[in-house]
């Protein structure tokens, strides 16, 4: 059997195009053009944080903390500005604070080989608890009126909002550091075989660092991003189902949680797909409930093709990989 | 003007009548009050804290128990129904335990074998706002299903004899009585109007960001609905968000259920975002609550 024509990324591509062929069908209304526009936008954000979750999945760990580094940043920015601090005092404040949280997720990893998933467990819910207990008055913050956040939400090219663009040139731009880069590079051989990556002499431990700062940072584009098109930040985020569907999206389109394997490409199909789903479910008036079964069957799916097709490697694995 | 005409709309009152307190329950005065207070400790387990219903509920309680003598406490699950249950759990417990825990329970039937286990302690159980499958001593907040029928009523009124008829929702989740109550209050109102129909009726998971994905979907699948029902302003901004993008403000009527947070509704009424916000008046739902009297719930149509 010739498992080169029969990998993870081939299924799911089969199952969108399946998907889209039903929905086009059935549905009526479904490839209208506005609606291709909705899907693409409804996955936006949540494809901006996969891009975070494989960068780091694909160097051999897992980020938990993003939903609440992208809700909690932005809470606290949108905060400041209530409280009349300086629009780049702010900023720059907010920024050094998701740069140094990111960077403490790294260092932990790297230097006090703690496992990636108690880290980032551990940092998001401190990250949570700490600005909204000891910074923000209520679960949901808004925009200040004028703010340029509103013109950004507004903003339209040929009838197309911002977000998708902004989600398209990261998408890119993570590409262009996954395959042309030679940090890049490295990210993958650090995530195959992180002693073989060291004893060649790659800076295994400083990339590492670099992987979380990047995740974060990209959740702190999400949180704008969101807040801009809401005009408000809401931290119940947090208690949603997000981080689950960024991991839903990064694994499904076939990076392997066992780090190494994977790119763009796959972040791109993943979200592709559970964007036309949820979109095809909302239409279909598909409830709550079973939309949730449907996905978690998929992701279960997901991740025993995963472990079936990515084995672990028994000569790399440690204790506390995913 | 739809604003205009609501901020006119005539206060809807619904009494719903709950079981009164069994002590002090005859006598008004403070006297009694004190009586029934004093050294007793009370503990509130909402939700989350942070948000109007839980912070207007806390913020009446946390006057008039101490006042009284009591001693007031809260714990906030912050939306984890683990975390509340364990809360409730802790209370029945610790030591002293508390005389009346105050529930505001996220569905209808997670908390009910705790609650009942306090009940069994000798520990008071009231519900607040959400009601759930469970017998308690109290239960103070609205009433749901009317709420749905004053929101279906103003949908009507706003989509007026001549438009579509088609009426859109954007439900909370299946587990939360108020969205399954709301829901019921909708469906039965809207049988009483000839021609209106529900035609698509998503769920937000009370999630702002998944309220304006639906909605957009929504409108374009039914581009002439003419009224949307969101089950909650926490998320509503999002379907307002939604119509706001597909160039539809004014012409959808965004009607939303809030719990009082009349800063933000009151602003999003004036600026056209909401067309109108039905809301449970927490102030006196807890003040009446608090001085053990009989407790009627209010729904007023809030028009800034």
Redesign the interface.
Known sequence: MNFNSFNQERIVLVATVLVVLFAAIALPGFLNISNVISIVRSISVLGILALGMAIVIIGRGIDLSMVAIMAMSVAWYLQLLHAGTDETAAMLLVLAAVIFIGAVNGFLVAYADVPPIFVTLATGLFVFGFIRSQVIPSDAVTVPAGHWLETVGALRFAGIPVDVFVFLALAFATFIFLRFTKWGRYVYYAGDNPAAARNIGIPVRPMLVLRYVLSALLSFIAGMLTAASLLSIQTRVINSNLLYDVILVTVIGGIGLSGGKGGVRNVLIGAALIGILLNVMTIANISLLYQNLIKSTILLAAIILDGWLNPRDEQTAQQGDI | MNILKSAIGAIAIATATFAALPAAAQDPGPEAYKNALEGKRIVMVPM?M??DLA?GWAGYLSIEIPNFGGVFETRDP???VEAGAQAIAEAITSDPKPDVLIVMAPDMNSYSKLMRRAQKAGIFVFLIDNPANFKADAFFGGDWTEMGRIEAKEAVRACGEGSSKQIGLVQG??TNATSLFQYNGIVEEMAKHDGFEIV????S??????S???T???L??HPDICAIIDFWD??A??AA?AIR?AGLSGKVHLIANGGGEKS?NCDAIKNGTYGAVVSTSVERESLRYAGNDEVSASKQRQAG
Do not use: C, I, K, Y
């Not at chain 2, 698509?200 to 769920?203: D, H, I, K």
């Not at chain 2, 998971?205 to 998944?210: L, R, V």
């Open positions: 989350a942070g948000f912070q912050n939306w984890s989740d299946q698509a009726e998503p769920f998971n009370w999630d702002a960001t998944t304006r994905t639906v957009t979907t929504m374009q699948q926490g998320d901004v999002g968000a993008e933000a």
